[in-house]
């Protein structure tokens, strides 16, 4: 990884920048590498920053068997288990000095802009950069969502996002309030029960499964019946490529985890959240609605696992059908009790912030693209975006399809070696 910094006045100039060192990055990166492009991979901090910032417990909810960026697939000696934070970000070490890729570490690019002549200007933390071309891999949580009434509030109660959270122990005393119920805020709500924290869940529309099914992982099943090769053209609305991912959890070995678990071990489940009027929080009484969607979700998967295995000849598999869900949830709760409201909406793009590109993302801050190559600039990409491509553009399973994708299209463009 090099350690280099452009102090001069005249920019640096490379054919290729890579912006970010994650997984979309190093894939990008390993696919330029491997067709004989000279390029360069920007880093605000260090590889794999993103995962590292999860909380302490944090860990994969796809089995390791589906890490598979270019040239090296997950490379353990547990396939079936779920790698923990500190082992996703080792793997990711790992990958990036298999193949000595150009990781430019804590080097920040503040600002991107179409240059006159053609290309892109980079401002970054090491000093200007002038490339032909630029891949995008940020990542696909750069700016966390917290609903309309967050700001209702009182100014006293200690609030934080998904990403400031790291466990139990450092939260203040008293009850905690998580808002959402995706796979991050099932998951911590699990994590707090355990830990003898009550917990209140506000809850939206989330798809759930069964964790294993037939002996064989959810996952196996959605892939054999081209769940995650659904493309954004396959989504009923635009914004639907918002809808949360399904509900599961890859601790203890992996276990079924949704609202009907999380209710049994002792969480008081709420509707969505409104607002807040003084001490008084007040949620919509939406819940068994969005239980019911939930459950119409978790009945397409399987309906997509009874054709799976109807065509390959297997056993049909034994699925149950949800249980009625019975109870109605409180509309009002009192904040004197709450000691901490967690915010788990899940995250949005954030181009806008330091890319000044006319048209090159949508009124969804979604990238404007085919097939990762952007339609507002020639040599602008993206790699790594939710549903760029298909429903896994931006899982360790599917983003290296991606990162192929793109970086053949920068050397068919550029040739081997650079322009």
């Known amino acids: 990884m090099s350690d280099s910094v452009n102090t001069g006045l005249v920019p640096e100039r490379i054919d290729v920048a890579i912006v970010g060192g994650g997984q979309a990055g190093l894939a990008t990166s390993r696919e330029l590498a491997a067709?004989?492009?000279?390029h360069v991979v920007f880093e605000r901090a260090r590889i794999g920053e993103t995962w590292r910032g999860w909380w302490d417990t944090f860990c994969l909810v796809t089995p390791n068997w589906s890490v598979q960026l270019p040239g090296r697939h997950y490379d353990g000696d547990d396939p079936d288990g779920f790698m923990v934070r500190d082992d996703i970000v080792a793997y990711l070490e790992r990958y990036a000095d298999a193949f000595?890729?150009?990781?430019?570490?804590?080097?920040?690019?503040?600002?991107?802009?179409?240059?006159?002549?053609?290309?892109?200007?980079?401002?970054?933390?090491?000093?200007?950069?002038?490339?032909?071309?630029?891949?995008?891999?940020?990542g696909a949580y750069q700016r966390a969502h917290r609903p309309s009434g967050a700001d209702t509030l009182p100014a006293d109660v200690p609030r934080l996002d998904v990403e400031d959270y790291r466990n139990p122990d450092e939260l203040p005393p008293g009850a905690v309030l998580i808002v959402g119920s995706g796979q991050s805020g099932c998951q911590i709500a699990e994590e707090l029960l355990s830990a003898g924290r009550e917990v209140f869940l506000s809850c939206g529309k989330a798809p759930w499964a069964p964790r294993r099914i037939a002996d064989r992982d959810v996952?196996?099943?959605?892939?054999?019946?081209?769940?995650?090769?659904?493309?954004?053209?396959?989504?009923?609305?635009?914004?639907?490529?918002?809808?949360?991912?399904?509900?599961?959890t890859g601790h203890d070995g992996g276990h079924d985890l949704h609202l009907r678990?999380?209710?049994?071990?002792?969480?008081?489940?709420?509707?969505?959240?409104?607002?807040?009027?003084?001490?008084?929080?007040?949620?919509?009484?939406?819940?068994?609605?969005?239980?019911?969607?939930?459950?119409?979700?978790?009945?397409?998967?399987?309906?997509?696992?009874?054709?799976?295995?109807?065509?390959?000849?297997?056993?049909?598999?034994?699925?149950?059908?949800?249980?009625?869900?019975h109870g109605s949830a409180?509309?009002?709760?009192?904040?004197?009790?709450?000691?901490?409201?967690?915010?788990?909406?899940?995250?949005?793009?954030?181009?806008?912030?330091?890319?000044?590109?006319?048209?090159?993302?949508?009124?969804?801050?979604?990238?404007?693209?085919?097939?990762?190559?952007?339609?507002?600039?020639?040599?602008?990409?993206?790699?790594?975006?939710?549903?760029?491509?298909?429903?896994?553009?931006?899982?360790?399973?599917?983003?290296?399809?991606?990162?192929?994708?793109?970086?053949?299209?920068?050397?068919?463009?550029?040739?081997?070696?650079?322009?």
């Open 261 to 325: 678990t999380l209710r049994a071990a002792g969480a008081t489940l709420l509707g969505h959240f409104l607002g807040a009027d003084g001490r008084r929080a007040t949620f919509a009484d939406d819940l068994v609605a969005s239980v019911a969607w939930g459950d119409d979700r978790c009945r397409d998967l399987m309906d997509g696992i009874r054709r799976v295995a109807a065509a390959r000849d297997l056993p049909l598999p034994d699925i149950d059908e949800p249980e009625q869900f």
């Open 330 to 419: 409180p509309t009002e709760l009192d904040l004197t009790r709450v000691g901490t409201v967690l915010f788990a909406g899940g995250y949005r793009p954030d181009y806008g912030s330091w890319m000044r590109v006319p048209g090159a993302y949508d009124d969804l801050g979604f990238p404007v693209h085919e097939d990762g190559t952007s339609t507002a600039a020639e040599g602008l990409h993206f790699v790594g975006v939710h549903f760029l491509r298909t429903r896994k553009s931006s899982l360790l399973l599917g983003v290296g399809e991606d990162a192929t994708a793109v970086a053949s299209g920068i050397a068919a463009r550029l040739g081997a070696g650079g322009s």
């Open 219 to 248: 996952v196996w099943w959605a892939m054999e019946d081209g769940f995650f090769d659904q493309t954004p053209a396959d989504v009923p609305w635009p914004a639907a490529r918002m809808v949360a991912n399904v509900v599961t």
């Open 100 to 138: 000595d890729l150009p990781v430019r570490d804590h080097t920040e690019v503040e600002s991107l802009d179409l240059s006159p002549g053609g290309g892109f200007d980079l401002r970054t933390s090491g000093g200007d950069v002038h490339a032909t071309a630029v891949v995008v891999a940020t």
């Open 35 to 38: 067709a004989g492009v000279e």
